[in-house]
């Protein structure tokens, strides 16, 4: 089975094999990437069996181990606001409920959510980081406003902050119904039009505070297969993981 996290060797080069976004997102220490169909699915609920789904998330914590990464926290996803905070004090894989971001600022941990047309929202700082699960609806009832006061408790300023808005479905493949625009963008919307979410994410952040903005290239829905898409109809999950390996 292909690991979705290669040696530490092949991260300080920045290349990971059949992954997006990886990056450092210009903080020492920190890396991000999402993963591909090439992976396989991370997602619980797909249509594999589930021994073959956590498999995956066990040849993860092996390469992260590796790095000396060793905490590892995703959640069951609702397309909420809800994020944790997570301090030290435990290793392993962490799986909470009803959570849709992540943030810490302990070394040697690991965030992770689980995509497949939604945004993943990587935000790093000098002290610390957080990813974010953003689909209209978190995007709309301010997933990403939570998440960065979470770091600014911490003292982590969003002017001081770098983000990148990982692969996500793109406006022209994204129509959506007049109540789903009204409700991200807060314009007036009487018809079916295409949503760009990554766009309102970028407004929202540099509305913000945060300056440094990066966006993927990359479409769920127009890739030529490389990511798992719901609007393809596909079952499987990507896996977009941020770690923090040293401050």
Known sequence: MTSPVLTAESLSRTTLAQADAVTTLGIGGVMAWTTTVANGSFGLGSDEAVGAVTE????????????????????????????????GGWTGWLRQRDVDGHVTTVPGTALAVTIADCTPVFIAHESGIALLHAGWRGTAAGILKVGLEAMAQLGMNPVDCSMHLGPSICAPCYEVGPEVLRAVTGLPASEKGHLDV??????????????????????????????????????????????LMKV
């Open 56 to 87: 995956r998330w066990s040849l993860l914590q092996s390469d992260l181990a590796r790095l000396g990464v060793h905490r590892l926290a995703a959640a069951h996803q609702i397309h909420g606001t809800a994020v944790s905070v997570h301090q």
């Open 198 to 243: 990554r766009a309102v994410l970028a407004e929202q952040a540099y509305a913000s505070g945060v300056r440094s903005i990066d966006v993927s290239k990359w479409c769920t829905r127009c890739s030529g297969g490389r990511f798992y898409s719901h609007r393809a109809g596909d079952a499987g999950r990507q896996l977009g993981v941020l770690a």
